[in-house]
């Protein structure tokens, strides 16, 4: 067994205790943050109609869940998210890997990339519908367009970055572009590709609620929607709420596993 | 006599880019012995890295030969260690082994045998980061050394070393090179280092690069590179050389 010195456990404690303090003030703002807002309301000191309240909103998703709508209004935006980041993730490897892998094509469509990527795709939104029709598939095409082009962007540029000593280093066994591409690009861009995941993963949660708001009969961004139009401000703050979870859920499975791939290999 | 295994003749090679083309070498010619080993200096800029480039097929020449004897094989060791910091220390010196196609139990035995004898074995299940700069040099030769060349080209194989591991790894890269029983080519900007290791240096003019001279080395009671320095020829090769780089004089 392995004895720390008592400066390295000193070190630890400090690290532990930084730790609890971390956790007891998170604590501490959510916790003071909700009875604050509470008790504001409950006295009515802000307008209750209009700011909600913690207390209202949790009656406002057991409500939801008792009669089957919380889950389904749930599954379907995470089934638009998942479904939009996972073509968006496909083709954003395949086309960084084409342009990768031929200079011609690359410098071919360059300004392309960038005007799609710069355009503000919710101008778009109206033109979708004409197009698409009122359908889970313009929230899908939505969401598409808003994360595909910076998926393709970030992981492209992760690729050319890569240092040109390795390839040298390939190319002197006489490598052939499939093998630097396996060997080389591929693991040295791990780090990259799971950032461009997380900015997907946002992007693909922004684009379904933007699709949604406009077009959806169900989901999340149809509930706050439905919500505010019949001035339901519980139902827009729930639905916010619940938001805010799913996304924070999906960053955490993004980080488990970049930390799952690390250890992996060191 | 030692048979003629490479023979470099009228090397040209003039680099292109959009604003102008810079002639890096005009007129090199050399030959190199089985078991030689030779070294080049040149001022830097010259194309001392351009000539290994061509050597190892990673450059076209623009004109001259490159006479190779049959089935003789060229490995080539860069400046920068490159190893992949994702790989442990074995699977890096099997890169070379996996794109050639040639891994099985013996090629790779021969690593496992190559790290065991150069004091890496215990270390063959680490990763790049946790190995010194020597270290990382000698797995860097190591996985040069796996895929059996005849020929090793090292472009400047120390420079990214300070100088008391330089000598400790001239040493070692020396002794790795003549115990495999290879021949090498090696550049570098140190004479120090070119005379105590080399059998023959070949010095460069500057760009657009001739061979300027050749040296055979011939030292009395010659052994490993760190006691070649104490030679009494030493001083006078190194007077010699140092004169044909000085441009000034
Ligand atoms: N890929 C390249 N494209 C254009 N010019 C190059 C390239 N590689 C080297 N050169 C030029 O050729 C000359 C010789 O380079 P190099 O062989 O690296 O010199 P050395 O190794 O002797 O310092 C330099 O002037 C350098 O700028
Ligand atoms: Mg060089």
């Known amino acids: 067994m392995y004895t720390y010195s008592k400066e390295h456990k000193e070190y630890l404690k400090k690290l532990k205790k930084e730790k609890i303090i971390v956790f007891i003030f998170r604590f501490l703002i959510i916790f003071i943050f909700l009875i604050g807002w509470e008790l504001l309301s409950k006295y009515n000191i802000i307008n209750n109609f209009l700011s909600s309240s913690p207390s209202n909103v949790l009656k406002t998703a057991i409500n939801l869940f008792a009669d089957g709508s919380l889950f389904k209004h749930i599954g379907i935006t995470l089934y638009e998210v998942i479904l939009s980041f996972v073509v968006a993730t496909a083709v954003g490897l395949i086309i960084a890997t084409i342009l990768w892998s031929n200079k011609t094509i690359s410098k071919i469509v360059d300004p392309y990339l960038t005007i799609l990527n710069s355009l503000p795709k919710v101008a778009l939104g109206p033109l979708i519908i004409i197009w698409v029709g009122a359908s889970i598939n313009s929230i899908i095409f939505m969401a598409l367009l808003i994360n595909t082009f910076i998926t393709i962007i970030n992981i492209y540029n992760g690729f050319i970055a890569t240092n040109k000593n390795y390839i040298t280093l390939l190319k002197s066994f006489r490598a052939t572009k499939r093998q630097i591409f396996f060997k080389l690009i591929l693991p040295s861009n791990y780090i990259t590709i799971i950032n461009a995941l997380k900015i997907n993963i946002s992007m693909s949660l922004i684009g379904v609620i933007m699709g949604e708001l406009l077009v959806s009969k169900n989901g999340l961004g149809y509930l706050i929607m439905y919500g505010s139009q019949v001035f339901n401000i519980d139902l827009v703050i729930t639905g916010v709420v619940i938001l805010g979870i799913i996304s924070y859920f999906m960053y955490f499975i993004i980080e488990k596993i970049e930390i799952y791939v690390r250890n992996k290999r060191s | ?249």
């Open chain 2, 1 to 249: 006599m030692k048979d003629t295994i490479l023979n470099v003749k009228g090397l040209k090679k003039i680099y292109h880019d959009r604003k102008s083309e810079i002639e890096a070498l005009e007129d090199i010619n050399f030959t190199v012995n089985e078991k030689d080993f030779i070294s080049i200096v040149g001022p830097s800029g010259c194309g001392k890295s351009t000539i290994l480039s061509i050597l190892a097929m990673l450059e076209e020449k623009s004109g001259g030969e490159v006479i190779l004897k049959d089935n003789i094989s060229i490995g080539y060791m860069l400046q920068n260690d490159s190893l992949f910091s994702w790989r442990t220390i074995l699977d890096n010196c099997l890169i070379g082994l996996e794109i050639t196609g040639k891994l099985n139990k013996e090629s790779k035995n021969y690593v496992l045998k190559l790290l065991k004898t150069y004091g890496l074995y215990d270390f063959k299940d680490k990763y790049p980061s946790s190995l010194s700069g020597g270290m990382r040099q000698r797995v860097a030769l190591i996985r040069t050394l796996a895929i059996k060349p005849d020929i090793l080209l090292l472009d400047e194989p120390m420079s990214a070393l300070d100088y008391q591991s330089r000598l400790a790894i001239s040493d070692d890269i020396y002794k790795i090179i003549k115990n495999e029983g290879k021949t090498a080519i090696m550049v570098t900007h140190d004479i120090a280092e070119a005379i105590s290791m080399s059998d023959k240096i070949i010095v460069l003019s500057k760009r657009p690069s001739k061979v300027k001279k050749i040296y055979d080395i011939k030292l009395s009671n010659k052994s490993t590179p760190i006691n070649n320095r104490k030679c009494k020829e030493f001083s006078k090769y190194y007077d010699m050389i140092w004169r044909d780089l000085d441009v000034h004089i």
